[in-house]
C-alpha cells in the first residue's frame, strides 16, 4: 500500500514538473506592447492610422504621445507645436496650418434599428 502512494506521489510531482515546465516554455505577452496591426505598419514603413496614440492630462502635467514621442503642452513634433490638448484630441501648429489629430477614429451618424431616420420606436400599446 505504501508503494503505491509513493508511486502515485511520485506520478503526480512528475506531472506537476511536465506542466510547469510547458507553461514555462510559453513567452509572456507584454500588455504594454501596441496592438498588432500597428506593429505590422510600423514594420512595413506604414505610417499609423492616427500618430496619437494617448493623451496625458493631470494637474502635474499635460502632454500627448505622438508616435511613440512624449511631447508636453507647448513643445513640438517635429515643426508643429502642439497647441491644444482635451481628452480625445490635441491640435499642432505649423507653417503649414492647424493639423488636429484624434485619438479615437471619427464616430459618423448611424441609422437606428427602428428607422433609417433615427426616430425613436413608437411604444406597442398594451391591453
Known amino acids: 500500500m505504501a508503494d ?3 508511486l502515485a506521489q511520485a506520478l503526480a510531482a512528475a506531472a506537476a514538473l511536465a ?3 510547458a507553461s514555462a516554455a ?11 496591426e500597428l506593429m ?6 506604414a505610417a499609423p492610422r492616427t500618430p496619437l496614440q494617448s493623451i496625458l492630462l ?4 499635460k502632454g500627448a504621445i505622438i508616435n511613440g514621442q512624449y511631447v508636453p503642452l507647448g513643445g513640438t513634433y517635429g515643426k508643429a507645436r502642439l ?18 489629430l484624434q485619438l479615437y477614429p471619427p464616430m459618423g451618424k448611424t441609422s437606428a434599428a427602428s428607422g433609417a431616420e ?9 391591453p
Do not use: F, N, W, Y
Not at 505590422?40 to 514603413?45: H, I, R
Not at 433615427?118 to 398594451?126: F, N, S, T, Y
Open 4 to 6: 503505491r502512494l509513493m
Open 19 to 21: 506542466l510547469s515546465a
Open 26 to 36: 510559453q513567452a509572456p505577452t507584454d500588455p504594454t506592447r501596441p496592438p498588432l
Open 40 to 45: 505590422s505598419a510600423a514594420a512595413t514603413g
Open 58 to 61: 493631470s494637474s502635474a502635467r
Open 83 to 100: 497647441i491644444s490638448i482635451t481628452a480625445t484630441e490635441v491640435t499642432l501648429k505649423s507653417d503649414q496650418g492647424l493639423e488636429v
Open 118 to 126: 433615427g426616430k425613436p420606436e413608437k411604444a406597442a400599446k398594451r
